[in-house]
């Protein structure tokens, strides 16, 4: 195998930049631009990670233009960072070697819909939302709800899931096949579109949650849901975060199919009814929502109220009407915005562990201990099926010692996760920031694993380079 | 990277196989079997993929000793080739070129129940069975269910699924993690106990289907399942196959949540029929069942019913009683062995295609034109949710003409399946047997893929040679 290039350079090969830069400016005219303005949007990263722009953004129509900027970069050793819509949150779109991003703006089509299969092919530039305002008549939505309206291929990439993850599963589970530029600009498909096949190395599944290192994803074969009938929702207070945990431990052991579980400590909801305006109680709680017939959420929500009475919550106050539903849910769905009032003028940094769900309890409470004795302003929500919970650390960033201590909580929370066989990211992905905690999640032998994978993959180390394995 | 070793010789390096055996006979006693009846059991491939037995057969009673398993034969380039019972369909556990077969016989321990969880952690050798069995009085189950009681390491390395897929996923969606010795001697553990995790490459999902090509299993963390409050199910008749799938089809869409929908032709009906005694119409019919609380299943039941009746079906007959639905269940997974009586004297071979569900009534039609124009006797079963059916083939394997007649058969399914967007095997996995269609189903750009990936974690290429990929 070939060793890593000059791509290993702190800005790489120059040079070879600039010729790339030439012959990608004769392929794609303005659709090849290098305007401080655009490479600097393109390295953001929403969080403490620093910014580091790539040389250029090109905005590709067509997999065969994919193919075409990859063999041009990939003659000249020049790095390649798939972009989305840029919400991911660990420095994915980094650029810390330089080199073309490719933004997908362009290749935002659904393709087919597949209405009797189930599953869609879309294009990796179309967003959650509006994927989903497309398949509306269809009667037919894709589950997997990032907070950010983000890209279905930025969301393949970094496998990540979000509130109805409990019922629908993670990108994992919710992509079919992938079309996937490889590094040395030929493509593949990792598989057909019957929905299990066994078939040799799941491919597909590689690719998903590979952020970018292996293979640019240029289509998605995605599985489908059938709208509910008809959902139900609400919420239920509750004395502690133990009670909420256990609540969920008995509600999934039960088998009932709760389509979304969400907690939320006292603090984030005293945030949610200052922005929101709910006023609801300031109390641990747990949101939820019941996905199916009639006759089937009214029994799914009495079975959960009884089960939260065991455990000394309620009362469970159904969303009956829509729009009480929707009010709760935008709520939801704003509790990371709402968080600004807590702190005016602070930045958002959102950390992201997840712990087997009968460990939950045990690390949200030692980390609320941990915020107490710390000094920080941290609200907690959580994906409490799965274990997953975020803190929204309110940063300023214009304080290094605001910054440092909020950095030093983060590590430790990592490490509590990790103590209680957990994962430093149950959704966010690794990208630049979470690098540094795989070697004690994996341990050496696996991570050399990652490594070898890469390499076998991309020998020249210029897909999406320095993100998740580093090559030496 | 290495080059493949003088394992890639037909029977290996007999002189290196020798001095292997030597010092695996010293570590392991008698433990080390090389009679001439334990190899020949340990390369039956149950199939007419001629048997290829292994040079011994080795019972390692944990990681560690599975460790010095590997060293000793990467030490000498000795090919490895896992084995739980050996109920695998395409020559998986053959030794083309020689080599020792790891029997996990005697690592068939559950080590730990998470209840809370929903999870456990078990050796490779238990069968599905014998974890259910120990799992009774935990009110938790793991639904998978191949025909065969099969073991669970088997299950995993083939991506296996059954009757139960179309609700609860393959293998694939109730792996949590696996503990896996790789080529080396080093073992890794794939994934943290954490339900969901953005924590780099998928190495969970890349060793389920690997079929013992990447690494050897031997531990397992399982995703389990509640017992269901209530089940409930039943047989529909329905005057065509066309009509069982649109059925199944719009049963799907409606989110009725199936726990299982299979398929049965008229000739499985009477084979069923002649065998266990049912006396049911002999007619495609689905076999279904529901599982849920005890009003959930009859709503399901009754809004299948309505469905049934819009394309002709019915009337759906309930099995309400425990005993009338185990009889029902039974004479389903009889169904293999009942075909026996449609043609006695004859070997049975399945076979595994899977495609998009709004082909399978093309797929299974057209199948059975071409059953009927070959003139073989071949009654077909489907996991109709999943677009996944088996032909069994009743062949004469003392007759040349027959044999030729069946496996151009299936070549010929196969092509047809391809041909629909599907795949060549949707659970039995790729052994020997399906290694010829992979180029076609995945075209040269993948196949090199896994072959690169085969090369960086097996460079000697000792790891179940000669199996899905074949590396020159």
Redesign the interface.
């Given at each position: 195998?070939a060793q890593a290039s000059a791509a290993g350079d702190a800005r790489g090969d120059r040079a070879a930049v600039g010729r790339a830069l030439e012959e990608l400016a004769a392929a794609f005219g303005n659709r090849l631009v290098t305007s401080a303005a655009a490479r600097e949007q393109h390295g953001n990263t929403l969080t403490w990670i620093p910014n580091q722009p790539p040389d250029a953004v090109v905005y590709p129509r067509s997999t065969e233009e994919v193919q075409r900027i990859v063999r041009i970069c990939a003659a000249r050793g020049v790095p390649i960072i798939p972009f989305g819509v840029g919400t991911s949150l660990e420095g994915h779109v980094n650029a810390p070697q330089g080199g073309v991003a490719i933004d997908f703006r362009d290749m935002n089509r659904v393709l087919r819909v597949?209405?009797?299969?189930?599953?869609c092919v879309v294009e990796p530039g179309i967003t959650r939302k509006a994927l989903n305002e497309q398949l509306r008549d269809t009667?037919?939505f894709f589950p997997i709800d990032p907070g950010a309206d983000a890209t279905l291929g930025g969301m393949a990439a970094?496998?990540?899931?979000g509130t109805n993850?409990v019922r629908y599963?993670?990108m994992?589970?919710n992509v079919l096949a992938l079309k996937v530029v490889?590094a040395s600009g030929?493509?593949?498909?990792?598989?057909?579109?019957?929905?299990?096949?066994?078939?040799?190395?799941?491919?597909t599944?590689?690719m998903?949650?590979?952020e970018g290192t292996?293979g640019i994803i240029t289509e998605l074969t995605l599985r489908l849901?059938?709208i509910?009938?008809a959902i139900a929702g609400g919420i239920c207070p509750f004395p502690t975060i133990a009670a909420c945990c256990n609540a969920t431990?008995q509600t999934?052991?039960?088998?009932i199919?709760v389509a979304r579980i969400e907690l939320l400590d006292a603090l984030q909801v005293r945030a949610v009814n200052m922005y929101s305006k709910l006023g609801l109680p300031e109390t641990p709680m747990l949101l939820l929502e019941f996905?199916?017939?009639e006759?089937?959420v009214a029994?799914q929500s009495q079975?959960f109220g009884e089960i939260a009475a065991e455990f000394g919550g309620g009362p469970f106050s159904w969303a009956t009407r829509p729009e009480e539903r929707t009010k709760l849910w935008e709520a939801r769905h704003h509790a990371a915005l709402s968080n600004m009032a807590l702190r005016p003028g602070s930045q958002m940094v959102a950390t992201?562990v997840?712990?087997?769900?009968?460990r939950l309890a045990d690390c949200v409470v030692a980390t609320q201990a941990d915020i107490e004795r710390t000094g920080v302003t941290a609200p907690i929500v959580g994906h409490v099926g799965?274990?997953?919970f975020h803190l929204t650390l309110l940063v300023d960033m214009n304080d290094p010692e605001d910054v440092r201590r909020c950095k030093a909580l983060n590590e430790r929370l990592v490490e509590r996760?990790?103590a209680m066989?957990?994962?430093?990211?149950?959704?966010?992905?690794?990208g630049q920031g979470?690098m540094k905690?795989?070697l004690a999640?994996?341990?050496p032998?696996?991570?050399a694993?990652?490594a070898?994978?890469k390499?076998?993959?991309d020998p020249q180390n210029i897909l999406n380079p320095g993100k998740?394995?580093a090559l030496s």
């Amino acid at each position: 195998m070939a060793q890593a290039s000059a791509a290993g350079d702190a800005r790489g090969d120059r040079a070879a930049v600039g010729r790339a830069l030439e012959e990608l400016a004769a392929a794609f005219g303005n659709r090849l631009v290098t305007s401080a303005a655009a490479r600097e949007q393109h390295g953001n990263t929403l969080t403490w990670i620093p910014n580091q722009p790539p040389d250029a953004v090109v905005y590709p129509r067509s997999t065969e233009e994919v193919q075409r900027i990859v063999r041009i970069c990939a003659a000249r050793g020049v790095p390649i960072i798939p972009f989305g819509v840029g919400t991911s949150l660990e420095g994915h779109v980094n650029a810390p070697q330089g080199g073309v991003a490719i933004d997908f703006r362009d290749m935002n089509r659904v393709l087919r819909v597949h209405a009797e299969d189930l599953d869609c092919v879309v294009e990796p530039g179309i967003t959650r939302k509006a994927l989903n305002e497309q398949l509306r008549d269809t009667g037919l939505f894709f589950p997997i709800d990032p907070g950010a309206d983000a890209t279905l291929g930025g969301m393949a990439a970094t496998r990540c899931s979000g509130t109805n993850a409990v019922r629908y599963g993670t990108m994992k589970d919710n992509v079919l096949a992938l079309k996937v530029v490889l590094a040395s600009g030929e493509v593949i498909d990792t598989a057909r579109r019957a929905r299990k096949s066994a078939a040799g190395y799941d491919l597909t599944r590689l690719m998903v949650g590979s952020e970018g290192t292996l293979g640019i994803i240029t289509e998605l074969t995605l599985r489908l849901s059938g709208i509910p009938e008809a959902i139900a929702g609400g919420i239920c207070p509750f004395p502690t975060i133990a009670a909420c945990c256990n609540a969920t431990i008995q509600t999934i052991q039960s088998g009932i199919p709760v389509a979304r579980i969400e907690l939320l400590d006292a603090l984030q909801v005293r945030a949610v009814n200052m922005y929101s305006k709910l006023g609801l109680p300031e109390t641990p709680m747990l949101l939820l929502e019941f996905h199916g017939t009639e006759a089937s959420v009214a029994e799914q929500s009495q079975r959960f109220g009884e089960i939260a009475a065991e455990f000394g919550g309620g009362p469970f106050s159904w969303a009956t009407r829509p729009e009480e539903r929707t009010k709760l849910w935008e709520a939801r769905h704003h509790a990371a915005l709402s968080n600004m009032a807590l702190r005016p003028g602070s930045q958002m940094v959102a950390t992201d562990v997840c712990v087997p769900i009968s460990r939950l309890a045990d690390c949200v409470v030692a980390t609320q201990a941990d915020i107490e004795r710390t000094g920080v302003t941290a609200p907690i929500v959580g994906h409490v099926g799965d274990g997953n919970f975020h803190l929204t650390l309110l940063v300023d960033m214009n304080d290094p010692e605001d910054v440092r201590r909020c950095k030093a909580l983060n590590e430790r929370l990592v490490e509590r996760a990790l103590a209680m066989d957990g994962t430093c990211t149950g959704e966010h992905g690794v990208g630049q920031g979470k690098m540094k905690y795989l070697l004690a999640e994996h341990g050496p032998a696996a991570l050399a694993v990652m490594a070898a994978i890469k390499r076998a993959l991309d020998p020249q180390n210029i897909l999406n380079p320095g993100k998740i394995v580093a090559l030496s």
